[in-house]
């Protein structure tokens, strides 16, 4: 197997705080959603998005995926998000919005690369319990969409919802069945008020992914810690993981915790991409007004950016 020489992050950029679906029952949204009467009030906005993709590329972050619950923006106005998403970084963009049909598709067509189901769990008995309103027969139809249109197709797979390690044999026959590019593990974040306590241990999250990454050498593995966990980070690595995810890359920028992302990649032997504790000195109202976008939303983002940019500055006392 070629050996893995280089790291990075890869920061998935939030549409919203709201899902319909709202009672996977290790998820933060589930919590939320007593809370949140106008949904249309719960979405991020667009220059906030933009702002974040912006701050991404100039620092190196790879954009995992587009992702929000269920019925939050429109599709067509995730579209355009998505759009101008591709225009800030250049690169095409994956979707982790939920199941999409084939009409749904057809309209981000020219800016995606690939779409990403959220299957959470293998185990079929658990996952029944866990995400009592996400089938996985619309995610394996939506897959299959996807491969006629020639996209690139990912998962994503909590650890310690119940499954166990027997059941690796079943994620690497999903993986074969979809013909997947891609996967992204979490490690579960145990969040108050959902019934989960604690988050799986390391050596068990890590014989997944040696399991998969022996299996599929080729397959991009990434791998989500926590701030909590981020001792693991190397072990994560050297079992076979290309990147990393789920760390708040703005808020803690440059703090000892972003550090210690970095000296993780270190411990691995692999050259970490980009930063987390060096805010490059450049002048953020020129990287908006090189942007092919609205004059208005342009000064909105211009705004946005100073704030950010203020916290990563400010995060790096922590
Ligand atoms: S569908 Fe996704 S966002 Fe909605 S409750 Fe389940 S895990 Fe959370």
Same mark, same amino acid.
């Given at each position: 197997?070629?050996?893995?020489?280089?790291?990075? &992050?890869?920061?998935?950029? &939030?549409?919203?705080?709201?899902?319909?679906?709202?009672?996977?029952?290790?998820?933060? =949204?589930?919590?939320?959603?007593?809370f949140i009467k106008d949904p249309k009030k719960a979405v991020r906005r667009k220059e906030s998005i933009?702002?974040?993709? !912006? !701050?991404?590329k100039v620092c190196g972050w790879r954009i995992e995926f587009l992702s929000g619950g269920y019925e939050s923006y429109s599709i067509p106005e995730i579209a355009e998000i998505t759009g101008q998403l591709h225009k800030i970084t250049?690169?095409?963009q994956w979707l982790n919005i939920g199941t999409l049909s084939k009409h749904e598709i057809e309209q981000f067509l020219p800016d995606i690369e690939g779409v990403c189901g959220a299957v959470?769990?293998?185990?079929?008995?658990?996952?029944?319990?866990?995400?009592?309103?996400?089938?996985?027969?619309?995610?394996?139809? =939506?897959?299959?969409t996807a491969e006629k249109f020639g996209l690139k197709k990912a998962i994503t797979i909590i650890m310690g919802l119940g499954e166990s390690e027997d059941d690796i044999p079943l994620l690497v026959d999903f993986i074969k069945k979809h013909n997947l590019d891609r996967i992204t593990f979490y490690a579960l974040n145990p969040h108050k008020g959902t019934p989960f306590k604690k988050g799986p241990a390391t050596d068990y999250y890590t014989k997944w992914i040696?399991?998969?990454?022996?299996? &599929?050498?080729?397959?991009?593995?990434?791998?989500?810690?926590?701030?909590?966990?981020?001792?693991? !980070?190397?072990?994560l690595l050297e079992a076979g993981a290309d990147?990393?995810?789920? &760390?708040?890359?703005?808020?803690l920028f440059g703090s000892r915790f972003a550090k210690q992302i970095e000296e993780e990649a270190r411990k691995a032997g692999r050259k970490f991409e980009g930063t987390m504790t060096e805010l490059p000195d450049i002048d953020w109202?020129?990287?908006?007004?090189?942007?092919?976008l609205d004059i208005g939303?342009?000064?909105? !983002?211009?705004?946005?950016?100073?704030?950010?940019?203020?916290? =990563?500055?400010d995060s790096g006392t922590r």
């Open positions: 197997m070629e050996k893995r020489t280089k790291t990075w &992050f890869e920061r998935a950029i &939030f549409l919203s705080w709201y899902c319909s679906k709202g009672d996977c029952t290790f998820c933060y =949204m589930s919590i939320q959603k007593p933009l702002a974040e993709a !912006i !701050i991404s250049g690169l095409k959470e769990c293998i185990n079929l008995d658990v996952r029944k319990k866990v995400c009592p309103s996400k089938p996985l027969e619309p995610i394996e139809d =939506m897959l299959e040696r399991g998969i990454r022996k299996e &599929f050498p080729d397959l991009q593995i990434i791998a989500g810690s926590w701030v909590d966990r981020l001792s693991e !980070i190397h072990e990147a990393i995810t789920k &760390f708040p890359s703005i808020k109202d020129k990287e908006v007004d090189k942007l092919d939303l342009k000064g909105k !983002i211009k705004v946005k950016l100073k704030q950010y940019t203020k916290k =990563m500055s």
